[in-house]
């Protein structure tokens, strides 16, 4: 996890962007990164954690055991995120391939700190409990960008 992270930021080229003058923004200045040439700018990356629920006896997420655990495990862990810095929660849910996922959005800055301890204590806890989950499959993680446009 911190080897993907360091990838994606030293794969990044760093450039500061500041409110443009004249502009009633307050002038701040906050780190901001592209991917080579491709025309892709980003302020902020999110930790993706994600499974796959099973359905309930309907066959689907109404009455999924798994994704009401699912649910209650973010929101033992939900106060927590909320004090990283600057941290943005987001939850997705798909009632047809069953995906459960949870993405931390920070800014670079923020991000790159946690990221160097391994996104330590939080990852690792929730990641453990979210595995125990009876039903609960294909546990994985991820670094991506994620901006709103």
Known sequence: MKIQAAVLLSTLSITT????????????????????????????????????YSPGPSGGPGDSDSLKECQSLLAEYLPKLKELPGAKVTRQVCGG?????????????????WAEVNYEPLESEFIEKLKAIEGVSQVETQEITFEAL
Request: charged share 25%; aromatic share 8%.
């Open 97 to 113: 391939c069953l995906d459960f996922k949870v993405s931390i959005v920070q800014p670079l800055e923020e991000h790159g700190a």
């Open 17 to 52: 962007a500041f409110a443009p003058i004249g502009s009633s923004v307050p002038s701040t200045t906050q780190l901001r990164a592209e991917i080579g040439e491709t025309g892709i700018a980003f302020e902020n990356v999110a930790r993706e954690w994600r499974c796959k």
